[in-house]
């Protein structure tokens, strides 16, 4: 089902000039509402009359994770405050976090977003859907919530962290869609198998996403619940699930793009790449009221595709993702960066500052392990003292990264310590 | 009289503990008694040497993570119930004790390492009580 084919199924040339028009709106309404955007514009002798049409998008200036640090926590909004209806919270690229706030039109159309997702995935109205994303600062819970609501269907809002539960509810309620991480999915097709209940459940798809998967798993979580499984694509800057999600031919994720403008660039020089090239993805909010970002670089390395689709949409899809132009690491769905790891550990006097952090996927859930070095003036003799440290260190991290850690601390002097930019990371997983 | 123990921290990794052993074979540093606390992750070496200076210089300076760390060397008789006394002196005086082992056994007598929570006073209530206690160099 196609859930707004006005939208989804427009002509490039109906959507292109619909993309104008919301592009000069945008550019016009940033500058008289943001001082971070106007000073840039105005440092680069732009003017909003400059841009006149959607490729003069190329005219305007960038926005990083790094500048939404800088203007923490509110600093580019475009609304006073009294007009934002909810925020949301993600992983900073050290220790505060990168908060975005939405308007009430914003968490419409964010539904509306997700809703479409949804459609793709074939949940309509007639469907149980259990939501098993975290509900809270994270967008994944809320949003697929308000996007399943938005398309009508019964809703269960799980959350996280009770699969007894969540396989006992999916079993009775007869659950027919759920919404969660690829790899918690994997994790509950196992205890599904070891109750031998797959025969029970009534599960027709599933809609994943928050973190990266490879092919294999996606065809893995298929034939272990006979089901399909979805793309959903999103993240909390430009809006959070719902920005793009594959159909039913799996043939790329469909951005939403009469809201969400994409493109992609090569990211050493920044021009734009031609269709199909791979290179880094950049968003423009095009509709957002609350927090409205001028071409977003989401660091993910991608290509796109502009036919039509299989399915009768039109709208440009994006590949499976190839990588991340930056150190970001996913975790159990969260951002992790190296430097939160470095810069938590600056506070903690009994390490050194060098840390080796290892991340492995162990019967399909994600392990964080962080080796760090004891400062050898406050080394030990008694074990109890060194268990303490560990504790020290688990529960600074884990309140740094918002996941916990296995930290196992090693002598002094024994992690690499490499000429020029550090190697601080080990991924098992490979996920691109 | 308060000892010296040589007390090393190292990764449960192939062959760490051999690498220390070596390391002290080559400077001539003599082993009385030894003990190892591990844990999944790591253990903690402890060695009453003949010469714990040397022999924390020399692991120091092949990377190894090395500490001297005071402790108390009991020298008790080769009786039923004589530990038992003793400890219950320290336990009189409300001094806890970190961690224990035994150490060379000769002849009539047996000796017992003690790392205690408050080793001056431990040492002192000792004296009080007429305890022996070596240090390393009257270890045979």
Redesign the interface.
Known sequence: MIWNETKECMSRDELSALQSARLVKLVDYVYHNVDFYRKKMQAMGLEPGDIKNIDDIVKLPFTTKDDLRDNYPFGLFAVPHSQIVRVHASSGTTGKATVVGYTRKDIDIWAECVARCLAMAGVTKDDIIQVAYGYGLFTGGLGAHYGAEKLGAMVVPMSTGNSKKLTTMMVDFGATAIACTPSYLLHLAEILEAEDKIKDIKLKCAICGAEPWTEKMHKDIEERLHIHAHDIYGLSEVMGPGVACDCRFHKGLHVCEDHFYPEILDSATLTTQKAGETGELVFTTLTKEGLPLIRYRTKDLTSIDYSTCECGRTSARISRFKGRVDDMLIIRGVNVFPSQVEAALVDVEEVSPHYMMIVDRVNNLDTLEILVE?N?KY??????G??LLTKKITHVLSQALGINPKV???????LVRSEGKAVHVQDKRKLY | MVAKQLSVFIENRQGRLGEVLKVLKTNGVNILSLSLADTTEYGLLRLIVNNPELGKEKLAEDGFSTMLTDVIILQINHEAGSLQGLLQILSDSDVNIEYMYGLSIDGDEASVVLKTSDLEKADAVFTKNGVKTLSHKEIK
């Open positions: 004891v050898p080394l030990t003799d008694e074990i109890k060194l268990e196992k601390i090693v002598e002094p002097n024994t």
